[in-house]
């Protein structure tokens, strides 16, 4: 398996722009998580889907960013419009869900607002 | 709520040291419990796991057992490499939403 994959590796944009990070997780699995990790916070669940439907979306910082999973091998994290304190690295995350809690990381993608 | 304390680093050795991340946890119910590593530039991995009280989780020369009377998961390393220079995250089982809660993180750096 090729394991989770993330696009893009490195975005760099300006404030205000809007921007899409996109992940594809491990086949058959029933969870995904989007977490962010900045060295001031260290690493924080923003929001995680059971079969394509958002279960918690606490940690969802503000109505800037939103997350859907239009199916079960494909989500996207948006943020629009995007400010210079939203540069972090983006993790995705998915996890074969009933009894293993394992979650398997992908590679991040390294935002970063000018 | 639950939460996992781990112990603030960096951490620095030499290499063929011995090592100790301590961590400790608080949670209702039987969580499972994890060590997670992540290198420079990448996602963060699973090391080892640990199902149930008293069981060691052991992967690549690390071992942690799961200590319920301590409601502890310390890792250790009998030799450290500087390819084991890393962070390190102690993570438990949410059961109730599924999820993983992850402590805060450990830097090791190990010198040559």
């Known amino acids: 398996d090729a394991g989770v994959i993330q696009s893009p590796r490195h975005e760099v944009t300006e404030m205000g722009q809007e921007v899409t990070l996109r992940c594809k997780p491990i086949?058959?699995?029933?969870?995904l998580f989007w977490y962010r990790q900045t060295m001031m916070r260290g690493l924080e669940l923003l929001i995680y889907f059971n079969n394509n439907v958002p279960i918690d979306d606490s940690g969802m910082p503000e109505d800037r960013f939103s997350a859907k999973m239009p199916n079960a091998s494909f989500s996207t994290l948006k943020i629009q419009p995007s400010e210079p304190r939203d540069s972090a690295v983006y993790f995705c995350?998915?996890?074969?869900?009933?009894?293993?809690?394992?979650?398997?990381f992908g590679p991040g993608t390294r935002l970063t607002v000018t | 709520g639950d939460s996992v304390t781990q112990m603030e680093g960096p951490v620095t050795l030499s290499e063929e040291a011995f090592l100790t991340i301590n961590c400790t946890y608080t949670a209702t119910g039987y969580p499972s419990l994890f060590w997670y590593v992540q290198y420079p530039g990448e996602g963060l991995q699973l090391l080892l796991k640990?199902?149930?009280?008293?069981d060691k989780g052991s992967n690549k020369g690390f071992e942690a057992t799961y200590r319920k009377e301590t409601t502890s998961f310390h890792l250790e390393k009998g030799s450290v490499q500087v390819s084991d220079s890393a962070v390190y995250f102690c993570?438990?089982?949410?059961?109730?939403?599924?999820?993983?809660?992850f402590g805060s993180g450990t830097r090791l750096s190990i010198r040559p």
């Open positions: 086949s058959g699995h029933d969870y």
């Open positions: 640990a199902t149930k009280a008293d």
């Open positions: 995350a998915s996890s074969p869900g009933g009894r293993s809690y394992e979650q398997y």
């Open positions: 993570a438990l089982s949410d059961s109730s939403a599924s999820k993983i809660i």
